[in-house]
Structure formats: C-alpha cells, structure tokens
C-alpha cells in the first residue's frame, strides 16, 4: 500500500472513529436527559404525597367539608381551614350578604 493510500485509510478510520463517539456521546446525555427527567418526576410525586392534604400549620391531615355548596378543607387537629384558588371568591362573589354570614358563622362554628 502506498503512503498516500495508507494516509487516506487513516483519515477514514478516524473520521468514523469520530463518528461513533459523537454518537455514543449523544445517546448518553439523552439517556443521562431521560432519567434526570424521571428522577424529578418521581422527587415530584414523593413531594406530593408527603404533603397533600395536609395542614399547612401543624401537618395534621385535612378533611374536605362542604358548606353551602363550597368545598372547604379542614385540619383533623388545629380546626383551621384552607380553601383552592378560586373558592374563596366563589364564597363572596356569588353568595348574598345574608348567605355569606351565615356561611362564615358555620365556617368559624359559632
């Protein structure tokens, strides 16, 4: 074999040589994307879990009430209670003067 032959073996050796790692490169961060994602997803949901439906306060459980058409939670231990978003202007947007103190009596149990 010639040496400008030999050189030009060369060169297409390392050009796949170079191909294969960039790959092998890629597929590893890919993989390495995959189970980052999946880490946090799985963190995410263990979150979930640990806090959900519990008292921001004391981290008793909380127990969903319905008054008046309004769902409210309340805490099994401390008695505060803790509305979603949106509730609260549902409760004093939509109700009459007359039904907002007698739902906020029930809601305060006096």
Same mark, same amino acid.
């Given at each position: ?6 050189? *030009?073996?060369?060169?297409?050796? +390392? %050009?796949? &040589? #170079? @191909?294969?790692? !960039?790959?092998? *490169?890629?597929?590893?961060?890919? +993989? %390495?994307? &995959? #189970? @980052?994602?999946? !880490? ?71």
């Amino acid at each position: 074999m010639t040496e400008s032959g030999r050189h *030009r073996e060369d060169d297409w050796f +390392r %050009e796949n &040589e #170079r @191909k294969l790692l !960039e790959e092998a *490169r890629l597929a590893r961060e890919q +993989r %390495e994307a &995959e #189970r @980052k994602g999946h !880490e946090a997803k799985a963190e995410r949901e263990r979150l979930k879990a640990a806090h959900y439906m519990k008292c921001p306060k004391c981290g008793h459980d909380l127990k969903p009430e319905q008054l008046q058409g309004i769902e409210i939670d309340r805490c099994t231990f401390c008695e505060g209670f803790f509305v979603d978003a949106g509730e609260l202007e549902q409760m004093f947007l939509t109700m009459e003067q007359s039904k907002r103190q007698g739902f906020l009596r029930s809601l305060l149990r006096i």
